[in-house]
């Protein structure tokens, strides 16, 4: 069964370093999204993307986050400088429409922790 | 104020028994999602309800979303210890992309 991949499956930075998170979507699909979850805290929207280009964006997707279809399967997640608060697992999903039912399937997540 | 309030919060319950879960709004979502999520894991989607009045069954589960699209149940049919987990409801509204996440109900089920 077809399923959205993420790396690293843990990352650990310094604060003010740059990460990147990956994330490989279900084939077919043509919306990307990307949540986060602070631990113990309930999953937050940060951004979502079609057509090559920002669909909707939350008010934590500041300017120190950007997100890219670099090729034909991959979708990152960069965060440029990163603080203490950005610490929690970030989620990927996807979807094969927006329509009615629109149906996202997040993958496993990438734990980020900053010190 | 949360846009989707889930309860209970925690529920810990014996094997066998039959449990409800609730997933409320003062708002209208034009889809409804449940997922259920292990601890240090994605959420995996369990259903998705579109239609005012629907009901879907999964195995065990029943899911239910309400007439006017602003609620939904879970109810889970003599729980199994492999049903322990969090479960998450999550909607949209009107044309917006983004999924907007109640904070969950965490079930035990004891054998």
């Known amino acids: 069964e077809p399923e959205v991949t993420q790396t690293p499956s843990h990352q650990v930075t310094q604060m003010g370093q740059e990460v990147i998170l990956r994330c490989v979507p279900i084939?077919?699909?043509?919306?990307f999204y990307w949540y986060r979850q602070i631990l113990g805290q309930k999953v937050e929207f940060l951004v979502s993307f079609y057509n090559n280009e920002i669909s909707e964006k939350s008010e934590i997707f500041d300017d120190q986050f950007s997100v890219e279809r670099p090729d034909g399967s991959n979708f990152t997640l960069k965060i440029r400088s990163t603080k203490l608060e950005d610490s929690a697992m970030y989620f990927c999903?996807?979807?094969?429409?927006?329509?009615?039912?629109?149906?996202?399937?997040f993958g496993p997540g990438t734990r980020l922790l900053v010190l | 104020t949360q846009l989707l309030e889930q309860s209970p919060q925690f529920l810990s319950i014996q094997e066998g028994e039959n449990l409800t879960v609730y997933c409320n709004s003062s708002?209208?979502?034009?889809?409804l999602q449940w997922y259920r999520q292990e601890p240090g894991e994605g959420p995996v989607l369990l259903v998705t309800v579109v239609t005012g009045g629907e009901v879907k069954k999964l195995k065990r589960l029943t899911f239910q979303f309400g007439d006017a699209r602003k609620d939904s149940s879970l109810h889970i049919t003599a729980a199994q210890p492999g049903d322990t987990g969090l479960y998450l409801c999550a909607g949209v509204r009107g044309s917006n992309y983004k999924l907007t996440f109640g904070k969950g109900t965490l079930l035990t089920v004891n054998p």
């Open positions: 084939s077919n699909h043509l919306y």
């Open positions: 708002s209208v979502f034009s889809s």
């Open positions: 999903a996807s979807s094969e429409t927006r329509r009615g039912g629109q149906t996202q399937y």
